[in-house]
């Protein structure tokens, strides 16, 4: 039914790998091109029965990416590359008339700077070229998002009060290490605090806000204020919001490493002089820390994402829970990954199949609460990531 190229072949493009492959009967012929050729050939080695095509191709080179494109001719690009390259592929998209899904919004490598704003200037391109683009179709955002326009559609006349809560209650069992790409990681956290009420963004300094929420199946956990993407799209969509606010939690040792590495300088973004030559810290530091890919083996414990929302329906108040909770051994044990890659790669693989069965497929710039969430729910589910909701709950919101 569809030609698939994926691009990026980390923690998550190992995940997407694996899926896509597991879902021939959507993904007829597949490509996963990356950085590194050798990184998508050792993924497709541990592929069994389905043949895939790999690659090497630098993201950030659009004329390189076209060369690709038309020499492979894809119908979809999963981008599960670095957020740095999210406009190049796009641009390369829209020369050679190929669709666009991606998991984290454009950002660009001098700034921490989250934003759509680069993303969504692109709408009226794709739309006039008839051509898909789906942005944020990880776990958060992604699911997050579709969760919020299910209950949206289901639960509400209208959501007032909207807290996306993201716990990872698992072990790695290293000192430090990050979950997803260290680089991006750090520099998402490290950010100023920002979330959104009565119509206006509100900033407050890096993890300075928190308190104590409690998580099905893995219990109270300290949850940080963050700002985190899906704010930006949601506000936007479910105009209703009167406030919208990420939470996620970590642990102390956590928070004390990352305070060090602050404290010394090797979160910074700048490049630095070192023996003549010209380093960015936090890259150095990426390549000292443990590889996210590397982490499944001794991973314990389970990762808890989901939405809990206040709001009116035929006029009472309601609450509502929606979550995930996602195993890292079972992740592992499926796919060779930990969580955190497999919550990202299974919607980004769902969201793929909407796409190829033609249920997401709109031209235009469009963020996942813009479809139809019910078929994502159900697939999603049926692909690893099931669901849970509870209604009329005491949510501290
Ligand atoms: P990794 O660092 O593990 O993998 C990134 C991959 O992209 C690597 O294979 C890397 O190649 C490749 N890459 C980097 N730069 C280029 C380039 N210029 N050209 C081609 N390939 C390139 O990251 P993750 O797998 O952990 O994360 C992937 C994406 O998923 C990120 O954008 C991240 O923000 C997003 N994410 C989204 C989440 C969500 O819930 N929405 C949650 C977690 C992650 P090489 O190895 O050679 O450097």
Known sequence: ?????????????????????????????????????????????????????????????????????????????????????????????????????????????????????????YHDRFREAGLTAILGCGFDPGCTSVYTAYAAKHHFDEIHYLDIVDCNGGDHHKAFATNFNPEINIREITQRGKYYEDGNWHETDPLSVHKTLNYPNIGPRESYLMYHEELESLVKNFPSIKRARFWMTFGQEYLTHLRVLQNVGMTRIDPVLYNGMEIVPIQFLKAVLPDPGELGENYSGETSIGCRIRGVKDGKERTYYIWNNCSHQAA????????????????????AMMFFRGLWRKPGVFNVEDFDPDPFMQEVAKQGLPWHEAHDLDLEL
């Open 332 to 351: 592992y044990q499926e796919t060779g990954a930990q969580g955190v890659s497999y919550t990202t790669g299974v919607p980004a693989t769902t969201g």
């Open 1 to 121: 039914m569809g030609k698939v190229l994926i691009i990026g072949a980390g923690g998550v493009g190992t995940v997407v790998a694996k899926k896509v492959a597991m879902n021939s009967d959507i993904f007829t012929e597949i490509m996963l091109a990356s950085r590194t050729k050798s990184k998508c050939d050792k993924i497709v080695a541990e592929i069994k029965n389905v043949h895939i095509r790999t690659a090497a191709v630098d993201a950030d080179n659009v004329d390189e990416l076209c060369r690709l494109f038309d020499d492979f001719k894809p119908e979809l690009v999963i981008n599960v590359a670095l957020p740095y390259q999210d406009l190049s592929i796009m641009e390369a998209c829209l020369r050679s008339g190929v669709n666009y899904l991606d998991t984290a919004n454009y950002e660009p490598l001098d700034e921490a700077k989250y934003e759509y704003s680069w993303q969504w200037a």
